[in-house]
DNA sequence: TGCCATGACTCAACATGTTGATACAAAGCT
DNA sequence: AGCTTTGTATCAACATGTTGAGTCATGGCA
């Protein structure tokens, strides 16, 4: 089930991006599930066909899926077991972190400097 | 020595943040350091100072300086030893996601997720 | 080979974020 | 008390990001 809050100030590409990529993470939706095209998804979510399509480009950058042209959008294998050991450690950074007391958006932005990230 | 490039995408107050958190956290500015004024620094940049006024609000928020009125702004003590060891967490979860082959800005992403801060 | 459902691309309207000029409030100093 | 220097707040101009409608390119399939 995905809902999209217009309310919210993150955008809907990223709202949906971000359930999808926890549906994958928790296995909801398992490696090779064919995703709903996204002008089904954009018709089902009352969204445009661009804000659906952003979130699959993202999602496939991501190497969370894969497009497979015509034959449409899958959930790719590789990404998911690299996904569970990711989450642990940001886990265990959010855990140090905070036990030092750091701002959480600072916290952010040292991980970005870490990866190499052009700060947003 | 502090550099704004006017043609860089991310906002000169976030390059400014950014540079004197850095030298902060390698002690080019030792704890107790009086930071120049906003007017100062503005003025040696060429930025307005609003600019150098929210970096040093947003510095001010991550605990690493302090304002103190009139008085002027100081390198605050508290902020830069928690500053070293989220730095050293933050390289050893940068270590296990780029070994993992996971995408940087989903990495990112995920420490966003783990720390509860609002996506972008 | 013709069909047609798929994702990718283009572009204008709109929303949000950033900057810079200006005015204000606070507080130490003489 | 008055002056002066500090950071703060306000607001309009500008830059950037996001969306939505429409069009294009691709490739499997009967």
New binding site residues.
Partial sequence: MIVIDAAS?T????QLRAQLARQIQDRSLAVGTR?P????LAADLS?????V??A??EL?EAGLIE?R?????FVSAAGVQALDRAHSAARDYAAVVTSVGIDPAEAVRIVEAALGVRQ?
């Fill in positions: 100030p955008p809907p590409y990223e995703l095209t996204i002008r089904r969204l445009a066909v661009n804000t399509a952003r699959y480009r496939e497009t042209g015509r034959a449409g959008s947003r």
